[in-house]
């Protein structure tokens, strides 16, 4: 789809001339995702600074059958923000202000463009974090984490951002404005109409700002690296930590050696502070100081070697050997991508089995001969996994479905789910109904006409184009424009 000149005047007119981006050189930066798997050439960018801006783009998109596609901080991995062909980029990235603090309510009022990063920045003082930790934090804006209900390196100590929502702006496909921004913690007043947008990518409506729950500041934390003695303790060495540590644990990830090897390739002035073993364990505990916080980690270390589940463990006794510590973890992904193409798998199964699915998927590979290395790391306590595959020279592209079928024949036969945290897409949409029921996405499509009645916003993601009604199924490709729209 190409704008016609009134169009992008009228565009320039509701954004300012400095709101709107065209051209391939302009648009560049907004025409990809972080894994450069999906990349588009859109027909605009358009940057609004004010909810009441994202209303009167939309309302005219909408009017006119223009495909846009909100974007954040463009780090999501399932192609959900990148354009296709033709469409209209919407950043969030002007619209950044922490609006307001409510200390007594320990929340936070924040625009839909602010990064992870800046929001923790104004909190700094206050006593307060964001409830959410994941490396791309000087990225990840928080209307992206939402919409795409992220979930991060610390969720076992925060639970998931999309239960702190306490309110949420949101501008609906075709312009309509639904605000509630109260900061209160308990507000039992109708439907709970702000978790539809979490989780929804863009499909359902922009959201431009949220009141959000936040939490203490742990005023101390430390951390343990452990070696754990054998794959199949990994449970068990969960259980532990959580037990051992007396409520205050933070994090608890895995590292399997392959994500290591990976990363001694890529990145070897990182290392892990200890040698090698069949998994890694990295645990973060938090306390009211620095003495009960470092208590608790040796604590939990000292019963995990006691009790022949590690071999050997390593304390990050200070602020900066934290920092050390969590850098080789926060590297992998990065440094996966340095070795060649990755495609990359965000599952989930009972932390029982998540050795297993691993095991199987290494020895799969193997067996059928494909050109591909499989590296794995992630969260224990939740049993998700980052299972990556860096694709050799012979990868051809009739394989991705067979390493698809793999995997993900391997998480389902486990109970697992075929995306924990990183949401559907483009990468997934097609797999959607190997998770939901015919009719939950009845219901999803439903919902998407009400609130997207032209079908404007982010076809093509998530919603499989055969649960569409037409008039929305044909907003889907590179076009843009609904059968039958103007033109």
């Known amino acids: 789809m190409t704008l016609t000149g009134q169009e992008l005047e009228t565009l320039a007119e509701v954004c300012g001339r400095d709101g709107v981006l065209v051209g391939a050189e302009a648009c560049a930066p907004?025409?990809?995702?972080?894994?450069?798997?999906f990349v588009?050439?859109?027909a605009a960018v358009v940057r609004p600074?004010?909810?009441r801006t994202v209303a009167a783009v939309l309302a005219f998109c909408s009017a006119r059958g223009l495909a846009v596609v909100p974007q954040g901080g463009r780090t999501g991995l399932v192609g959900a923000g990148a354009p296709a062909d033709g469409e209209i980029v919407l950043s969030l990235e002007r619209m950044r202000a922490v609006r307001r603090l409510d200390s007594e309510a320990g929340a936070v009022v924040v625009e839909a463009g602010a990064t992870l990063a800046a929001v923790e920045e104004a909190l700094a003082d206050s006593g307060w974090?964001?409830?959410v930790d994941l490396a791309s934090r000087g990225s990840a804006q928080v209307g992206g984490l939402l919409a795409t209900a992220a979930g991060g390196m610390r969720h076992v100590r925060d639970g998931a951002l999309a239960a702190r929502v306490r309110g949420l702006e949101v501008v609906l496909g075709d312009g309509r404005v639904l605000s509630n921004l109260s900061t209160l913690e308990k507000n039992n007043t109708g439907y709970a109409w702000a978790q539809l947008f979490c989780g929804s990518e863009g499909t359902l409506g922009v959201i431009t700002a949220a009141a959000i729950g936040l939490a203490r500041r742990a005023a101390a934390a430390r951390a343990a690296?452990?070696?754990l003695a054998r794959p199949d303790v990994l449970a068990e060495a969960v259980d532990l930590v959580q037990r051992a540590a007396l409520?205050?644990?933070a994090a608890v990830e895995f590292v399997h050696p392959t994500a290591?090897?990976?990363?001694a390739e890529a990145r070897p002035e990182l290392r892990p502070p200890v040698g090698d073993a069949p998994l890694h364990l990295v645990v973060e505990v938090e306390a009211a100081d620095a003495p009960a916080a470092a208590a608790a980690a040796e604590r939990l270390a000292e019963e995990a070697l006691a009790r022949g589940l590690a071999d050997d463990a390593a304390i990050a006794q200070s602020g900066r050997e934290v920092r050390d510590l969590w850098q080789v973890r926060e590297a992998l992904p990065e440094a996966i991508g340095r070795l060649g193409r990755v495609r990359r798998y965000d599952v989930a199964v009972p932390v029982g089995r998540l050795v297993d699915l691993v095991e199987e998927v290494c020895a799969a590979v193997a067996a059928r001969g494909l050109a591909a290395r499989p590296v794995a790391f992630g969260h224990a306590a939740e049993g998700n996994v980052h299972l990556n595959a860096i694709l050799g020279a012979g990868w051809e592209e009739a394989m991705d479905g067979v390493l698809d079928e793999l995997v993900y024949g391997a998480v389902l036969?486990?109970?697992g789910t075929i995306s924990a945290e990183h949401g559907i897409g483009r990468l997934k949409r097609d797999r959607l109904a190997l998770m939901r029921t015919p009719e939950e996405i009845a219901f999803m499509a439903a919902l998407k006409a009400v609130c997207d009645p032209a079908g404007i916003l982010s076809p093509g993601r998530l919603l499989p184009a055969s649960a569409l009604p037409p008039r929305l199924e044909a907003g889907e490709g590179a076009h843009g424009r609904p059968a039958g729209g103007p033109s």
């Open 30 to 37: 907004y025409a990809r995702d972080w894994t450069g798997a």
């Open 40 to 42: 588009g050439r859109p």
């Open 49 to 51: 600074a004010d909810t």
């Open 129 to 131: 974090r964001m409830p």
């Open 225 to 227: 690296w452990l070696a």
């Open 247 to 249: 409520g205050l644990v």
């Open 260 to 263: 290591l090897a990976a990363l």
């Open 413 to 415: 036969a486990r109970g």
